[in-house]
C-alpha cells in the first residue's frame, strides 16, 4: 500500500526496469567482446581485467577518454543509432595505438532524458562492434536516466580505453629524423570532428539527413554523414608484431594536420606535406563548395581523407607500407620530415576539393 499522493522514481522520470531490461539486452554483445584478460560479464560494481592473462614482460598503461561530438545531433535527428557507438570506440583506441599500446578494455557512460531500451541496444550493438574491431573488451559502463537535463530524445556518450605497451616500444620513438618518410591512411569519411561546421553546412543548404547525399544520391545525407570512424587498431598491430619500424603515429581528429601532427614529433622537425597525393573523398569537396570553406579551414577542422599518419625510415617505408596494404589500409606516400623552419607543418600543391 502506498499513502495517497505518494511519489515514486518512475513518477519522477526514471524508469529503473527499463534500465534493467537494457541490461538484459546488451550482455550478448558485451559477451561477443571477450578477449584475453576479460571474461566479457557485467554486473559488477566495476570491470575487471587480468593484466597477467597478456605475458607482458614490463608494460605500461595508456588510458584515453572521447566522445563523438555534435555527430550526435546527426544521429538523433536522423534516427539512426546503429554505429555512433563504432565511432566512440574508434576515437578512444586509435588514440591509444598511436603511442604502441594495444588497446585491452573499454567502458562507456550514456546519458539521456528517457531511457528508450531498444535505442540503448543499439548504441550499445555499435560499441561492441568498435569493440571487436579493436580487439578489446567491454568490460562495463554506466546508463544514467536523466529527465530534466535532457530534452526529448537527447542523448550523450562518452568513452573510456585502456591498453598497454611494452615500455621499449612506446611510441613515438625517439628516432624521428630528417629525411624520415610520411605515409597516410585513408579514412572512412569526415570520422567524428567537425560536426557543428558539418551541420552548419548542412543548415545553410537547405537540407534534411532523409536527403539523398549530394556528392552520392545512393544513400541518404544522414547515412553518409554518419559513416563510423575507421578503426585502425589491427592493421598497426599486425605490423608492430612484425616490425619496429615504425617511428610516430598520428591520429588526425580535431585540428587536422597542423595540430595533430607536431603533437609527435620533436621541436626541431615538421611535416611536410603533398597534399596533391590525398585523394580526397567527395563529402570534403561538398562540404568545401557549399559552405564555401577555404582549403586552409579544411585541413584544420577535417581528416580531408587521411585518418592516421605513420613516420618511417625511407629504408622502411616501402615494405612497412606493403605490410599495411597487407592488413587492409588504403596507404599514401604523404610527404617527408624535414627541419623545422617555424611551421611545424608546411603543405605543396593543391586540395582536391
Not at 89 to 115: R, S
Not at 272 to 295: C, K, M, Q
Request: proline residues 5%.
Amino acid at each position: 500500500m502506498h499513502p495517497k499522493n505518494s511519489l515514486t522514481y518512475r513518477d519522477a522520470g526514471v524508469d529503473i526496469d527499463a534500465g534493467n531490461e537494457l541490461v538484459q539486452r546488451i550482455k550478448p554483445h558485451v559477451r561477443s567482446t571477450r578477449r584475453p584478460g576479460a571474461d566479457g560479464e557485467i554486473g559488477g560494481f566495476g570491470g575487471i581485467f587480468d593484466l597477467k592473462a597478456l605475458g607482458m614482460q614490463d608494460p605500461l598503461l595508456v588510458a584515453a577518454n572521447d566522445g563523438v561530438g555534435t555527430k550526435l545531433r546527426i544521429a538523433i535527428e536522423a534516427g539512426l543509432h546503429e554505429t555512433i557507438g563504432i565511432d566512440l570506440v574508434a576515437m578512444c583506441v586509435n588514440d591509444l595505438v598511436v603511442q604502441g599500446a594495444e588497446p585491452l578494455f573499454f567502458l562507456d557512460y550514456f546519458a539521456t532524458g528517457k531511457l528508450d531500451p531498444a535505442q540503448g541496444e543499439a548504441i550499445v550493438k555499435g560499441i561492441a562492434e568498435g569493440c571487436r574491431q579493436a580487439g578489446c573488451a567491454l568490460i562495463g559502463g554506466e546508463t544514467a536516466e536523466m529527465p530534466g537535463l535532457y530534452q526529448g530524445d537527447d542523448y550523450d556518450l562518452a568513452g573510456f580505453a585502456v591498453g598497454a605497451v611494452e615500455r621499449e616500444r612506446l611510441l613515438p620513438s625517439g628516432t624521428i629524423a630528417h629525411g624520415d618518410v610520411i605515409l597516410g591512411l585513408t579514412s572512412s569519411g569526415v570520422h567524428s570532428n567537425g560536426y557543428s561546421l558539418v551541420r552548419r553546412v548542412v543548415e545553410r543548404a537547405g537540407l534534411s539527413y532523409g536527403d539523398p547525399a549530394p556528392y552520392d544520391a545512393s544513400v541518404s545525407l544522414g547515412e553518409s554523414l554518419l559513416q563510423p570512424t575507421r578503426i585502425y587498431v589491427k592493421p598497426l598491430l599486425e605490423v608492430f608484431a612484425q616490425s619496429t619500424g615504425v617511428k610516430a603515429l598520428a591520429h588526425i581528429t580535431g585540428g587536422g594536420f597542423p595540430e595533430n601532427i607536431p603533437r609527435v614529433l620533436p621541436e626541431h622537425l615538421r611535416a611536410d606535406i603533398d597534399i596533391n597525393a590525398i585523394h580526397v573523398p567527395p563529402v570534403f569537396g561538398w562540404l568545401s563548395r557549399e559552405g564555401g570553406i577555404e582549403t586552409s579551414e579544411m585541413l584544420r577542422t577535417f581528416n580531408c581523407g587521411i585518418g592516421m599518419i605513420v613516420v618511417v625510415s625511407e629504408a622502411e617505408a616501402a615494405s612497412i607500407g606493403a605490410m599495411l596494404q597487407a592488413a587492409g589500409e588504403e596507404v599514401v606516400p604523404l610527404g617527408r620530415i624535414l627541419q623545422n623552419k617555424g611551421e611545424r607543418v608546411t603543405f605543396n600543391g593543391e586540395l582536391s576539393l
